[in-house]
């Protein structure tokens, strides 16, 4: 006696229905997967303002120097690490994240058209920079060199 063949009787409308990739289910598995976290309201501590200009059309620039919890701190290290880092060739591995808002044009007290921008840095960096003239000096973004600041920015600086 030979063996009785085997038949697997499936409905086919679950495995269309399966196999079916419908355009809600895509989109909804794209932005899970690439979505960022919602934007979170922070409102920091006010510091200190860096003045400076463009250099294409002089108009003056605030930079408005703010602390808050909400952003990282950087690694602690001392003045003197800072100054081997500036000092090095190599690139280093330090830095310092910060928020950069958007430039806004506004009206300065002479009434003269000028540019403001908040930068945003952590609580216990911004002591470090109140504490050190030479992290302040590493901050102060009118002595930093304007092809790494500019770009940040999108402006010149001179």
């Known amino acids: 006696m030979s063996p009785k063949p085997v038949f697997l009787d499936v409905d086919s409308s679950v ?3 399966k196999l079916r990739i419908t355009e809600q289910n895509q989109a909804n598995s794209f932005d899970k997967l690439f979505s960022a976290p919602p934007p979170t309201p922070v409102i920091p501590e006010p510091g200190f303002c860096v003045k400076t200009r463009e250099t294409t059309t002089s108009t003056k620039l605030f930079i408005n120097i703010c602390y808050t919890d909400a952003i990282p701190p950087p690694n602690d290290i001392s003045e003197e690490e800072l100054m081997l880092i500036c000092k090095s060739e190599e690139i280093s591995s330090f830095k310092i994240p910060m928020s950069i808002g958007d430039i806004i044009s506004e009206k300065d007290k002479n009434g003269d058209d000028v540019k403001t921008t908040d930068v945003a840095v952590h ?7 109140q504490d050190s003239a030479v992290f302040r000096d590493l901050l102060h973004l009118k002595e930093l060199n304007p092809s790494i600041v500019s770009p940040l920015l999108r402006i010149a600086l001179f």
């Not at 609580?123 to 920079?129: A, E, G, L, Q, V």
Request: hydrophobic share 40%; glycine share 0%.
């Open 15 to 17: 495995v269309e229905n």
């Open 123 to 129: 609580s216990t960096f911004f002591k470090k920079i």
